[in-house]
């Protein structure tokens, strides 16, 4: 007679943080960006896309002083990530074809053989499908939200203060969300310090990433590559 031993899987409690009815996982995954895009949420959880990642950030500073004890600890909890490391998500950037004028966005891009791939062909004709939808003059945004273009000539790498913060299409164009100058300014008035905002250079495709430096808050999108760095991310309920 088969002895039919069944399965036995322990998994340790999940601590979810609802916000803006999107449900996270309140414990990240940790290595570079690969690593957190292939890491294990918890089943029923996945990388969130930058879009994400900012908007559990930006709740965190915001909530971090509640009456709450519990949204506090939690809150308090976030904040302590994107001060200590950097928060990414299931986002890339890349700087355009050489002598391109736009630069491009893409949530959930296509990995091949361990790299990020992104075409420039093929973003820009995600942009032309009907739908797509156009911002501030220069930020192109496909139907689905996905793909994102701006040219180059719009941008400005270095330290952004509130007013500039609020006028800049960059992020915007990192994340995906017309409130991200905003949600960044309110970083940056909750720790009083200067906003930065960067992105890759021509023929460059990078990941982004939010950090509260010493000095700055960072929304990154330099050249800084998919195997650099000790990131963090927080899984989103699918």
């Known amino acids: 007679m088969v002895n039919s031993r069944p399965t036995f899987n322990v998994r340790p409690a999940v601590t979810t943080i609802e916000v803006d009815g999107v449900l996270y996982n309140a414990d990240p995954v940790s290595g570079n960006w690969h690593q957190t895009r292939d890491g294990d949420y918890i ?5 969130g896309i930058m879009r994400a990642q900012v908007n559990l950030v930006h709740s965190g500073y915001i909530n971090k002083g509640s009456d709450n004890e519990l949204t ?8 302590q990530v994107a001060r200590m490391h950097w928060v990414t998500g299931n986002t890339s950037l890349y700087g355009g074809n050489y002598r391109s004028e736009w630069v491009f966005a ?32 220069n930020l192109h945004v496909s139907a689905d939200g996905t793909v994102r273009a701006m040219k180059r000539d719009g941008f400005r790498n270095g330290e952004y203060t509130i007013d500039q913060m609020l006028a800049s299409n960059q992020p915007i164009w990192i994340t995906g969300d017309e409130q991200a100058p905003r949600k960044m300014t309110d970083i940056m008035t909750a720790v009083e310090k ?4 960067s992105i890759p250079s021509q023929g460059g495709i990078t990941v982004p990433a939010l ?12 050249d800084w590559g998919g195997f ?3 990131r963090h991310s927080f899984g989103v309920r699918q």
């Open 43 to 47: 089943e029923g959880f996945k990388q």
């Open 72 to 79: 506090k600890k939690y809150a308090k909890g976030i904040v």
């Open 211 to 222: 950090d509260e430096g010493d000095s700055r808050v960072y929304l990154y999108g330099d």
């Open 194 to 197: 200067l906003g930065y905002l």
């Open 106 to 137: 893409q949530d959930a891009p296509e990995v091949k053989d361990g790299r990020i791939v992104m075409n420039q062909d093929a973003l820009v004709a995600r942009l032309e499908s009907e739908g797509k939808r156009i911002i501030n003059d």
């Open 228 to 230: 650099d760095g000790f």
